[in-house]
């Protein structure tokens, strides 16, 4: 009799621990935009944008003002970013060039998060040219097509390969549905925890939205970016070959137009910051909000006739750099970090934010610490990559660029913001390359195969 009664009490004991809920991970909310530079409000680098959702967002959390991407292209930055993987160790440059090949499911962001118990969700434009594969998400909405129309005021689809023009205010874009997506799982009951991926197209090419965001910034007072005369002339020649400055830059100077275009790259920021707002507004009404980290990032920076140059394809400060936000309830407060950072960090801190295992494979470093403290002590740099052995490696103070050809640039942040000097060539500064040249990485694998696409 008393064996029976130890096992009732045994069971009686067991019965509550085996029905306790295990600890309850946190959702994420993964925001990607497509093409932003660094023309956000609070990062102050142009007065004449407009941008309250982004800000309202960065200020309930920790925004990095110099964030850079690991490649200056879609493609090998969002496959970087989600495998972990730099472009050098998959041989994924540029875009065009499959990763799929070379990434395997298992080593992937979303897979970890379905391992762990997740639903993953996913809408728009997280790979690039909305790319992704069965077994790496829960389900995946590309987005509807768009209905747009040219306002009558549009005179043409822009300057060349600079593609812009207002639409009428009643046009649909494909970022409209692609939030509606990321709204309704923010909306809905979930058993489980959730990782809602939305990737917003814009600020991308064609800049087409409706004539309202057009508005917003009058013609009169458009600003030009700030450049200088003959701003190449101690740029090595592979920096040259990137730029192409008898390209697109040529062809807008002679148009008489760069304003127009400044104004269209502007009107396309502010409708992206709509759909940002719309999305943040959910997240707010959200039951999960308190238990739901929100990662903000861009794919790269964009060009505007710095430098010459236009689009993005180059490892310049304009190119490179791009707002990066992070919420994180119970980790984060509100504040600026200044330290730099690159993208490869949201994998390894997201896993160690949900008490994930990271996969050996991943490259990046873990920034929780910075979020935690945003003054923290860091060591390292932001390293990005565009083709075969093309590196530039970004601290506090310097940017310093080796091209595959052997040509170098060094810029001096505290001194020259805009990068119009190259120091590179200048005796005095060998040191200095010398311990920035330990950073440059040391797996580049030859480059995959590359197909037709560009953009």
């Not at 496959?79 to 041989?91: D, F, I, K, N, V």
């Not at 009169?220 to 730029?243: M, Q, R």
Request: charged share 25%.
């Amino acid at each position: 009799m008393p064996r029976v009664v130890s096992v009732v009490v045994l069971l009686l004991i067991a019965v509550p621990l085996l029905a306790a809920d295990p600890v309850k991970r946190p959702n994420v909310l993964f925001i990607a935009v497509d093409d932003l530079n660094h023309w956000v409000g609070h990062l102050g680098r142009n007065k004449q944008t407009k941008t309250p959702n982004i800000d309202r967002l960065a200020k309930m959390g920790v925004t990095f003002t110099k964030a850079y991407c690991a490649a200056p292209v879609c493609n090998p930055s969002r496959a970087a970013l989600m495998s972990g993987l730099r472009p050098g160790s998959t041989g994924v440059y540029d875009n065009g060039q499959d990763w799929k090949a070379v990434i395997p499911k298992e080593q992937t962001l979303t897979t970890q998060f379905l391992k762990a118990g997740y639903d993953v969700h996913g809408s728009g434009k997280i790979y690039h040219a909305n790319a992704h594969r069965p077994g790496e998400w829960t389900d995946y909405f590309v987005g509807a097509n768009e209905k747009v129309t040219p306002h009558p005021t549009a005179k043409n689809d822009g300057v060349g390969g600079i593609k812009f023009q207002p639409l009428t205010d009643d046009s649909k874009l494909q970022d409209e549905s692609i939030v509606d997506a990321g709204i309704k799982q923010l909306g809905a009951k979930h058993d489980k925890p959730f990782f809602v991926a939305v990737g917003l197209h814009k600020p991308h090419m064609p800049w087409n939205v409706p004539k309202k965001y057009y508005d917003l910034f009058p013609l009169d007072s458009i600003e030009l970016p700030p450049t200088t005369a003959d701003d190449l002339k101690d740029v090595p020649p592979g920096g040259i070959k990137f730029a192409k400055p008898q390209g697109d830059h040529a062809t807008m100077v002679k148009s008489g137009r760069w304003k127009e275009a400044v104004q269209g790259y502007l009107a396309a920021i502010a409708y992206c910051d709509a759909q940002v707002g719309r999305l943040i507004d959910a997240y707010e009404k959200s039951p999960e909000k308190d238990n739901t980290i929100v990662v903000f990032w861009g794919d790269h920076g964009w060009h505007l006739g710095e430098k010459e140059h236009w689009r993005k394809f180059a490892l310049w400060e304009e190119t490179t750099r791009m707002p990066f936000i992070w919420v994180a309830p119970g980790v984060t407060k509100p504040g600026v970090c200044d330290r730099t950072v690159d993208l490869m960090s949201i994998y390894p801190t997201l896993c160690s934010l949900c008490g994930i295992d990271k996969p050996a494979h991943v490259e990046g470093n873990d920034i929780k610490p910075l979020l935690l403290d945003p003054t923290a002590k860091w060591d390292h740099p932001a390293i990005t990559t565009y083709h075969l052995n093309n590196h530039a490696v970004r601290t506090a103070k310097w940017r310093y660029i080796r091209y595959a050809s052997g040509g170098e640039e060094l810029y001096d942040h505290d001194a020259d913001e805009f990068e119009w000097t190259n120091l590179a060539k200048d005796e005095k500064y060998a040191d200095v390359k010398k311990e920035l040249a330990k950073f440059l990485p040391t797996t580049n694998k030859p480059e995959l195969p590359t197909g037709k696409e560009k953009e």
